[in-house]
């Protein structure tokens, strides 16, 4: 292909459709087709990334290996298409912004007035074309974050207007997912919000291509027909988008509707072969088909919204189907475990995960929960946080530092076992400022850790400003706490682990975010195939 293609799916009536699954969907089919496909995000909020955002604001944060923090929703892309994200997938109205103003800072502009059009829109319109500029791909589908209509999304859409008028027919085009609710009352199926949602992108100047319809119900050939018409949308363009069990079934269903081939033929592109999606079935066959159950609990501090930790949730799934294993993640809020309820909270659960997070709320449930785990034999899996927790644990329950914690807790702790990170301490800026992003780590052949993974060099992704304190590293290890991964260049400890223990091992990186369907993260593996050993016993 000469030219590369766009896709841009924009969502009406309501947020969270699923604009990123669809999405991700479409681009998995296009990818089994033999096209080279990847996605991009762009969010209306003037934060210039989601690394400052509350969970609770945003979900998760999602880091990809050149160290940006961006929307979960590239979690989806990763792990849907098995490719790599970065920097240039992910894009807010906050960078875009600041980008145009250093620019009038630096005199670019020519003494011109800046404005929010064309100023903003090329930026834009640039930033949508970085990485179909690069010649990696022949089919970039860009999401827009927010709902038609909105403020926000303003911006996005005029330059979404003028791409498609500057890219020519054929090169480009709009897929809309809407909501076709259900109304109980009159026991039917209501069109009305797709039209007004369409009519409003229609007076930005946007043509919807196709119509992808989310309902919780069968859309009638009547409705098909009726929602073409209104919307002024070809029949086989209408596509439905039926509630699915899990957010894999969704290519199958996209498949079934041929969201693939309508895409195809509007960007005039040969269907190729039929997509191979041989392996991505058999892993939904695994899911379906369990032969064994556990439970695992999840330990954090943000269970009340699953986003918080969609990465790891998903990675789950992956693990249990790589074993044959359903997995039930048990959510346990670390502020409310102590040491009198632990045993209560903890009994019927076959491995313990403590999660990753920041600042003192919880730590103390947490640490109770890495000691009973340790102690009860129970298998055990620690991310960031929550292998620091487990340094913590060790030095307070093993070696007798009882005051022992993290700088980020306790300023003035005497035994400082998890510390600020040396080239942090003169950081003042919140935003983009951690160590982020793919560090090497060297592992000791003589460990679980190399077990796992079956080599002695990895690259992990990491998002922290703690670390583990090299001072203690000696004391604690001739006390039983192994450090068998080590960064080649920093020297800092990131994975720690036992060796009379069933599997307790604790890892300063993210290794949630290098889960995919086609590639489960070896270590969530083993955690899986741990619980399900200690539950037979």
Known sequence: ??????????????????????????????????????????????????????????????????????????????????????????????????????????????????????????????????????????????????????????????????????????????????????????????????????????ESGIKADILVCRTEHEISDEIRNKLALFCNVKREAVIQSIDAATIYEVPNLMLEEGLDVVALKKLDLPKKAAPDLKNWNTFLRRIKNPKHTINIGLIGKYVEMQDCYKSILESFIHAGASNETKVNIISIHSEYINASNIEDKLKDLDGILVAPGFGERGIEGKIEAVRYAREKKVPFFGICLGMQMAVIEYSRNVLGYADANSTEMNEDTKHPVVNLMEEQKNVTDKGGTMRLGAWKCDIKTDSLAYKIYGESTISERHRHRYEYNSAYVDVLEKAGLKASGVNPDTGLVEIVELENHPFFIGVQYHPEYKSTVANPHPIFVNFVAAAVKAKKK
């Open 1 to 202: 292909m000469n030219q590369t293609k766009y896709i841009f799916v924009t969502g009406g009536v309501t947020s969270s459709l699923g604009k990123g699954i669809i999405a991700a969907s479409l681009a998995k089919l296009l990818q089994a087709r033999g096209y080279r496909t990847t996605i991009q995000k762009f969010d209306p909020y003037l934060n210039v990334d989601p690394g400052t955002l509350n969970p609770y604001e945003h979900g998760e944060c999602y880091v990809t290996d050149d160290g940006a923090e961006t929307d979960l929703d590239l979690g989806h892309y990763e792990r849907f298409l098995n490719v790599p994200t970065s920097q240039a997938n992910n894009v807010t109205t906050g960078r875009i912004y600041l980008s145009v103003i250093e620019k009038e800072r630096r005199g670019e502009f020519l003494g011109k007035t800046v404005q929010v059009v064309p100023h903003i829109t090329n930026e834009i319109k640039d930033r949508m074309q970085i990485l179909g500029n690069s010649g990696d791909f022949d089919i970039v589908i860009t999401e827009i974050g927010g709902t038609v209509g909105d403020i926000e999304s303003l911006p996005y859409i005029e330059s979404v207007r003028q791409l498609v008028w500057d890219l020519g027919e054929h090169n480009a085009i709009v897929i809309h997912l809407t909501l076709v609710p259900y109304l109980a009352a009159a026991g039917e199926l209501k069109t009305k919000p797709t039209q007004h949602s369409v009519k409003t992108l229609m």
